[in-house]
């Protein structure tokens, strides 16, 4: 008997990004896949990375990529800067950061600059954002100035002087938890004339 009412979609438009393994549950097999990109349902956005037709991509699409690809990775540096809105750069790589024992992810897309992190330097002034329907791990915005200080021969000076400015001439920053990063980072002696030069 004919009926009006819409099929629900395989994939809703909310899943964001995902990988073939994240629908096994929903008993769609790489084939199906493969059957919903050709009628455009799914969208490939890289190598074993799609999106539901439809979806809207934002400037951060990048980030929930690299989080597909590296879960326990933490957006870090450049990337960070750039997705609190603390920099005029735009990295064409995703900088993620890694635990110093973690196996190097191997992946054709998106770009990433891999650099490792220990203990509380891993751990501290992480924040979870949903991008696209993704968990992305990024540090804080203090945790990120603090560790332009420390990566400053890799990222430049006038980069982590430049984030410094912008953490201080937003509203409700926290000079307790810009401390507190300097530390975690061993860069509170390199920090401090900084900041007391800009305040």
Known sequence: MPTNRTPRPLVPREHG???????????????????????????????GLY????ARITEHHTLAEAAKRVPAGVVCLLSALSFHR???????????????????PRADWPPMRIVRFSGR???????????????VLVTSRAKTVADC?????????DVAIEA???YLGRRGRSMEELEQAAEVCRVGRIIRPYVEALA
Do not use: C
């Open 17 to 47: 990004v995902l990988r073939p393994r994240d629908v096994a549950g929903r008993r769609i097999s790489r084939t199906a896949i493969g059957r919903l990109t050709k009628a455009r349902a799914l969208e490939r956005v890289g190598r």
């Open 51 to 54: 999106v539901p037709a439809g």
């Open 86 to 104: 603390m920099t005029t750069q735009s990295p064409h790589e995703v900088w993620l950061a890694i635990d110093v024992k973690a196996r190097k």
């Open 121 to 135: 330097a891993r751990t501290f002034g992480v924040e979870r954002h949903v991008v696209e329907g993704v968990e």
């Open 149 to 157: 200080f420390k990566y400053r021969n890799k990222i430049g000076i």
């Open 164 to 166: 410094l400015k912008e």
